[in-house]
């Protein structure tokens, strides 16, 4: 009798409580990233799944695009980053398609340069002579796109000898011929390498692309020994 009694008020015990924790555990909202019903019996196992770490590491760290990853690594030095463009593009007013079509290649992700061009980077109300000047002097090279306009306009003249006077004998300047034969180059000119234009465009403004990444890739070269001489002193 005491027995039956006993089990009795256990039956009660777990009927009671054991209804609570079922409300309790059904009120408890789902954290699972999928919306679950109350009558699912899933759910349990669905919540106790959790993204691993490392696959949530993999998934916040942003990858270099193609492109990045196929850059030379010359782009992503201090010296280059030192002045604001790697090429000038000096021009006549007539030859805007031409200079356009060559910083479009340039600029291309895949080849990553960064060109000057004065209609588009110059700022407007600055002094002409200044910009100029100071176009020529933020760029490591600068590509003459000698034409026969090239040859009459006072500006195209002007920006070339400042470019001369910056970095004679040296290979910054570019001069790329089009339009006429090379034999009519200025005589501060003949001296210089230059890129025919006049057969393959194409091939051409690979050739200029090739001698800026030459002049880069050899100016760090030079650096290295003097920043090592600094660190050792």
């Not at 003249?157 to 200025?186: C, D, K, T, W």
């Not at 692309?209 to 020994?225: A, G, I």
């Amino acid at each position: 009798m005491e027995e039956n009694r006993v089990s009795s008020i256990m039956g009660w015990f777990r009927q009671r409580f054991g209804k609570q924790i079922n409300e309790l555990d059904q009120s408890k909202p789902c954290t699972c990233s999928q919306k679950c019903s109350s009558g699912n019996s899933n759910c349990t196992s669905s919540c106790s799944v959790r993204s691993s770490p490392s696959s949530s590491k993999s998934s916040s760290s942003a990858k270099p695009s193609a492109s990045e990853q196929l850059l030379p690594s010359v782009l992503f030095s201090s010296f280059r980053s030192a002045r604001r463009y790697d090429v000038c593009l000096c021009h006549s007013e007539k030859d805007i398609d031409l200079a356009q079509s060559l910083a479009s290649f340039l600029e291309e992700p895949s080849k990553g340069l960064r060109c000057y061009l004065q209609e588009r980077d110059c700022p407007l109300g600055g002094a002409v002579s200044t910009e100029l000047l100071q176009a020529v002097r933020d760029s490591h090279c600068w590509v003459l796109l000698v034409t026969p306009d090239f040859l009459k306009d006072e500006w195209c003249l002007y920006q070339m000898h400042q470019a001369l006077s910056e970095g004679p004998m040296s290979q910054r300047i570019i001069p790329a011929v089009i339009n006429m034969p090379r034999s009519e180059l200025p005589l501060e000119l003949r001296f210089v390498f230059t890129v025919d234009l006049n057969r393959n465009k194409e091939f051409g403004y690979t050739q200029v692309y090739s001698t800026v990444l030459h002049y880069l890739k050899d100016m760090c070269e030079k650096e290295k020994p003097s920043n090592a001489s600094q660190s050792d002193s």
